[in-house]
Nanobody, 129 residues
Framework: QEKLVESGGGLVQPGGSLKLSCVAS????????MGWFRRPPGKEREGVAC??????TAYAESVKGRFTISSAHSENIGLEMNSLKPEDTAVYYC????????????????????????WGQGTQVTVSS
């Protein structure tokens, strides 16, 4: 059974840093890409960052220059978050795209919710003084 487990969430002051991790397990096929999403209080879930197996990345404009997505290996990704703002407060989710759907993306690194096949349960990040 495919599973994604996030960790590293918590409470941090504005301007601070936090690192999230996601571990994938139970996948009997390659993963095309993994990504981070977030759902701020009272808002819809939105894409944050994506990383493909070849290292290609993509970011939402709101986090460019502050967040860095990384991959330790094909089934383990991180999200380094710096210069955090109160508006970064959200539940952060890890997600993965099956490698069986590689042809659908033309080599791009998607950040759309509907592009992803598997989801973690989420980890809360709160930025507040």
């Amino acid at each position: 059974q495919e599973k994604l487990v996030e960790s590293g969430g918590g409470l941090v002051q504005p301007g601070g840093s936090l690192k999230l991790s996601c571990v994938a397990s139970g996948f009997n096929f390659d993963i095309y890409a993994m990504g981070w999403f977030r759902r701020p209080p009272g808002k819809e879930r939105e894409g944050v960052a994506c990383i493909k197996q070849d290292g290609m990345t993509a970011y939402a404009e709101s986090v460019k220059g502050r967040f860095t997505i990384s991959s330790a290996h094909s089934e383990n990704i991180g999200l380094e978050m710096n210069s955090l703002k109160p508006e970064d407060t959200a539940v952060y989710y890890c997600a993965a795209i099956s490698g069986l759907r590689t042809a659908a993306f033309s080599g791009l690194c998607p950040t759309g919710i509907s592009d992803y096949d598997f989801w973690g349960q989420g980890t809360q990040v709160t930025v507040s003084s």
